[in-house]
């Protein structure tokens, strides 16, 4: 197991928490991707860092619960409840995220599955307008 990769991974989400999104790209190698259960991937620091720009402007008040971490090789497992405010709505989504890395330490893959309908009904009643999901 490579305490590192852990380490990294956790201080990626304490960073996600400062919101902010360029300390957030530097996490990932220079093509390094981010896909989640309901978008197609992005790739590339340029492309990350928008993504981070829009998440992280989103909502506030992050946080992010580890129910188990594993790490196998170049590879983090981490199942996770992730939450945030929206419009004075509490939002609850369980994760299970996939870390890669490269052989430089920054991560070259990320990708999120969770019960996209589960957040939608969750969005819906925060008010946001998801006709174009």
């Known amino acids: ?30 093509d390094g991707s981010w896909s989640e259960a309901n978008r197609p991937a992005s790739v590339g620091h340029e492309e990350l860092h928008a993504v981070f ?39 609850t989504v369980p994760v299970l995220g996939v870390f890669e890395f490269d052989g430089h330490g920054k991560i070259a893959a990320w990708r999120d599955y969770y019960d996209w309908a ?4 969750q969005l819906l009643a925060a008010g946001v307008d998801m006709s174009g999901a």
């Open 53 to 91: 720009e829009m998440q992280t402007s989103f909502g506030s008040e992050f946080s992010f619960e580890f129910r188990n971490l594993a790490v196998v090789g170049d590879t983090v497992f981490t199942e996770r409840v992730d939450r945030f405010s929206l419009n004075d709505t509490q939002m």
């Open 118 to 121: 589960d957040l939608e009904r």
């Open 1 to 30: 197991m490579s305490t590192d990769h852990e380490a990294t991974i956790r201080s990626f989400f304490d960073v996600w928490v400062e919101r902010d999104p360029g300390k957030l790209t530097a996490f990932f190698a220079d």
